[in-house]
């Protein structure tokens, strides 16, 4: 048995451990779950599909960091059970389609 045999099944649970934590954020996945827990109470505030939440000229949403932990303060104002991997699914569709931050 070689160094890399030995290594292999680490290495199998390494990549594993990525594809499910996700550095990539899986923002179809991110849109799903937006479009089920939260939208609603945006659209009920500003009409149409509430995404005038996001887009208004005074939003308060300003960089990528804010609105990670703004996913983060919804989630846990409204309890909707989200988890760490889901809040950052979430906030990569938001600023994909929205916020489109340059940082
Ligand atoms: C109970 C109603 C409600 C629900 C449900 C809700 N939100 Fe919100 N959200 C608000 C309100 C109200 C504001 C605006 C706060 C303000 O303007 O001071 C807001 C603001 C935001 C903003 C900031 C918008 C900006 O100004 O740039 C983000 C991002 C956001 N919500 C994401 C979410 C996410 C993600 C969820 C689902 C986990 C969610 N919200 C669920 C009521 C809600």
């Known amino acids: ?20 934590t996700g550095t990539a954020a899986d923002v179809a996945r991110g849109k799903a779950l937006h479009d089920k827990q939260c939208v609603s109470c945006h659209i009920k505030r500003f009409g149409g599909d509430g995404s005038e939440m996001y ?20 989630n846990a ?12 699914d979430i906030a990569a569709y938001l600023a994909q389609r929205y916020y489109k931050f340059a940082k």
């Open 55 to 74: 887009l208004r000229a005074d939003r308060l949403i300003r960089d990528r960091k804010a609105l990670g932990q703004r996913v983060a303060t919804c």
């Open 77 to 88: 104002m409204v309890n909707a059970g989200l988890f760490p991997e889901d809040e950052a």
């Open 1 to 20: 048995m070689n160094a890399i045999s030995l290594l292999r099944p680490l290495l199998a649970v390494a990549a594993l451990t990525l594809a499910t």
